[in-house]
């Protein structure tokens, strides 16, 4: 069974420029999260999908951040415009179940933002 | 708001020998579930083990065991004989078990994990 697909792995990015990132889940899986895990820390969640639809995205800065999950499978993250302190990882995962019970992660996207 | 903390930022343990890493959390739910992740160098975060807060045995997974002590709010994972691989760092993780917004998880700072040969 394939595992959650992520790209780029790395991305290099001048402040204020435009970045996507795309996860690919596991198939089947109902369930997607964002994370965001900055250097030294736990990962933190940014949005969470049911299918397409949103169910938490209560940590998420939308002023710049906005993620879509069109026709329930695959998901995009973009950051518009990017700022020094979204450098960080950004961490994708599938879940098979509504409870996310075991949430299976991605190898994540590595931002730098100069 | 829920808070998970790892006091240990840092822990070493020679090859075939025990180690036990802390978690503690902060709750006001009665059930829920908590987590023990691994990370390593490659960054993809693998389960390592589950407890379910309404269940009073801890658990195992082959070299890896939970003490669980709810009222404590103390979750710690033992890893015995421990591996070169089990290098890593290792996360904490809490997720409140009832789903009206949403099954994030919240997760620790992080124990690095060293094993030296």
């Known amino acids: 069974e394939a595992g959650v697909a992520q790209s780029p792995r790395y991305k290099i990015i001048e402040k204020r420029q435009s970045v996507a990132f795309w996860c690919n889940p596991i198939s089947g899986h109902a369930t997607l999260y964002w994370y965001q895990q900055i250097l030294g820390q736990g990962p933190k969640l940014l949005i969470q999908?049911?299918?397409?639809?949103?169910?938490?995205d209560s940590q998420l800065p939308k002023d710049r951040f906005s993620a879509e999950r069109l026709k329930g499978v695959d998901s995009t993250l973009k950051i518009q415009p990017a700022k020094l302190e979204d450098s960080a990882v950004y961490l994708c995962?599938?879940?098979?179940?509504?409870?996310?019970?075991?949430?299976?992660f991605g190898p994540g996207t590595r931002l730098l933002v100069l | 708001a829920q808070t998970v903390t790892q006091s240990q930022p840092e822990m070493s343990v020679q090859e075939a020998e025990t180690v036990t890493l802390s978690c503690t959390y902060d709750?006001?739910?009665?059930?829920?579930?908590l987590f023990w992740y691994k990370q390593p160098p490659s960054r993809q975060m693998i389960l390592v083990i589950r407890?379910?807060?309404?269940?009073?045995q801890n658990a195992t997974e082959n070299r890896f065991s939970v003490n669980f002590q709810k009222a404590a709010k103390s979750f710690s994972l033992k890893i015995s004989d421990s591996q070169l691989g089990d290098a890593a760092m290792y996360f904490c993780?809490?997720?409140?078990?009832?789903?009206?917004?949403?099954?994030?998880?919240?997760f620790g700072e992080g124990t690095q994990l060293t094993v030296n040969p």
């Open positions: 999908f049911q299918n397409n639809g949103v169910v938490d």
């Open positions: 993780a809490y997720r409140r078990s009832k789903e009206t917004s949403g099954s994030r998880l919240t």
């Open positions: 407890q379910e807060a309404y269940k009073q």
């Open positions: 995962a599938s879940s098979p179940e509504w409870t996310g019970q075991t949430q299976y």
């Open positions: 709750t006001s739910e009665s059930d829920y579930y």
